[in-house]
């Protein structure tokens, strides 16, 4: 009897360290990103190299590299970058405080959602573009023009994120907390906005990436620094490789700001579970 029981929970209770195969599978995942990347820049290389593509077209990596190594060099690249990065940090953080306290406001109230949610839905459909010409004549082309543009494209999704988010609470959590006798506040801040947080970090990794693109398109038309700048400057002197490490640059900056917000959310619902 004890050896059948031994045979029953033992493997159940025995704490075993991944296979092989359990390693070969986290690594293809980790490496599966990176193979459409590695083939682009394969592909880049050997047509560079056997003339598949002309030089004034696509600039061959190494040039691209080099012109990257000379704006470090330089000082230039970090004149730009901080000048990019602290327009995106205020526009997006505001954007961000916004579209949580909006959010939370319309998911909370029926009756604010009813006066204020239809009008919101109905200026969000105008493009950020297409406030350009009037904010430019209400605040100038200073940065206070970029800081309104990247707020408006980071408040939309996290105010709507938020939105659905409170709405989405589980009723037994809703009642559970009725039984434990919660005030309207404890609701909120021990059931309601944990229970979102999910669902609001989607929304603030998708407003980083609506916010970063809008920094570039702003700093294209109305800027005299910053990465979109950059991009501007070089296709004016018709300098593709300036172009091209600029693209880059501005995709390892996004992609790395991904990676943090996804980490920070995972984070989140880890504490959340806790």
């Known amino acids: 009897m004890a050896n059948a029981l031994t045979r029953v929970f033992l493997p159940a209770n025995r704490a075993r360290g991944p296979s092989s195969k359990d390693t070969l599978r986290t690594i293809g ?18 047509g560079s190299h056997y003339g598949w593509i002309s030089a004034q077209v696509l600039p061959p990596p190494s ?25 995106a940090a205020v526009g997006f953080g ?42 430019m004549i209400v605040v100038g082309i200073g940065e206070p023009l970029k800081y309104l543009l990247i707020g ?10 938020t939105l659905q988010g409170f709405r989405n609470t589980p009723r037994a959590l809703q009642e559970v907390a009725s039984v434990y006798r919660y005030s309207r506040w404890q609701v909120i801040t021990r059931v309601t ?6 669902v609001i970090g989607t929304g603030v990794r998708l407003a980083f990436t609506k916010a970063w693109l809008t920094l570039v398109v702003v700093e294209l038309v109305a800027s005299s620094e910053g990465l979109g700048y950059l991009i501007v400057y070089g296709r004016q002197l018709f300098q593709l490789d300036l172009v091209l490490a600029a693209v880059l640059i501005v995709g390892a900056i996004g992609y790395a700001a991904d990676r943090l917000l996804n980490a920070f959310e995972r984070k989140l619902q880890r504490g959340r579970a806790n």
């Open 193 to 198: 906005l944990p229970a979102a947080i999910p």
């Open 63 to 87: 040039l691209v590299f080099e012109t990257l190594a000379a704006l470090v060099k330089s000082g230039e690249l970090w004149t730009h970058l901080s000048a990019s990065v602290t327009r």
């Open 94 to 135: 505001g954007g961000v405080v916004l579209g949580i306290a909006l959010g939370g406001l319309l998911g909370l109230s029926r009756t604010l959602e009813a006066y204020v949610l239809p009008s919101f839905n109905a200026i969000v459909q105008v493009p950020v573009l297409g406030w350009l010409p009037f904010l």
């Open 152 to 161: 408006h494209a980071a408040l939309v999704p996290v105010t709507l994120s």
């Open 29 to 46: 995942w980790t490496a599966l990103p990176w193979i459409v990347p590695i083939v682009c820049t394969l592909l880049w290389l050997l």
